[in-house]
């Protein structure tokens, strides 16, 4: 099986709006923080997508033997400091729970630490989102301690430092 991350472009962008249509409200907020707006459109997303590329976030698509299945992005970067956060973290819902989340993430992480050279990273989780929080302990994340609210929900901060 080949696995890839690859940078996700204007042209991934319908596809994802078509994903992001099928989520419920409350899992929309968990994905986005409300940073595409709402209701979900097209130019939402493009206009997120757009800013994200103005700061020289990083945002990739991961594909398996080809096919588009996830996306997931490399947020706040900064190459002083050596941090950066872990953005929308998404696997298409029918290839949910076979391990496809854990090694896209473990892709960006190899990306993060031997391509990037970065030494911290952290991410926001939904605080009632627990599928997603088992799935970060899974990958090496743990919490923080710190909170914020977005969008209406309280979020957790999970951390993942690399060792060198
Ligand atoms: C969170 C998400 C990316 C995980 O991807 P996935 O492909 O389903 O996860 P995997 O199959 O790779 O699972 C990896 C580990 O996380 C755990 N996990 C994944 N989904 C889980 C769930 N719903 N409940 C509990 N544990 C879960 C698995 O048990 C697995 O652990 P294991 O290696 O010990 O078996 C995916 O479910 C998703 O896109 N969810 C919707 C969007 C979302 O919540 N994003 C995160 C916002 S912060």
């Known amino acids: 099986m080949k696995l890839a991350l690859k940078p996700f472009t204007e042209k991934d962008i319908p596809q994802f709006y078509e994903w992001m249509k099928s989520e419920s409200e409350e899992m929309l907020t968990f994905i ?43 947020i706040r ?12 973290v998404y696997i298409r819902r029918d290839r949910r729970g076979v391990g496809f989340g854990k090694k896209m993430l473990e892709l960006l992480l190899l990306h993060a630490k031997i391509k990037i050279g970065l030494k911290y990273l952290d991410l926001l989780v939904g605080e009632n989102n627990n599928p997603a929080q088992h799935f970060y302990k899974k990958c090496g994340f ?10 209406g929900t309280n979020m957790l901060v999970m951390y993942i430092k690399f060792k060198y």
Do not use: C, M
Request: charged share 20%.
């Open 77 to 88: 970067l900064d190459l002083v400091a050596q941090t950066s956060a872990i953005g929308y």
């Open 142 to 151: 743990g919490y923080s301690g710190k909170t914020l609210e977005k969008g």
């Open 32 to 74: 986005d923080g409300v940073t595409f707006g709402r209701p979900i459109t097209i130019e939402g997303i493009t206009n997120y997508h757009n800013n994200a590329i103005s700061k020289k976030w990083l945002s990739f698509k991961f594909l398996v033997d080809g096919e588009i299945i996830g996306h997931i992005e490399l």
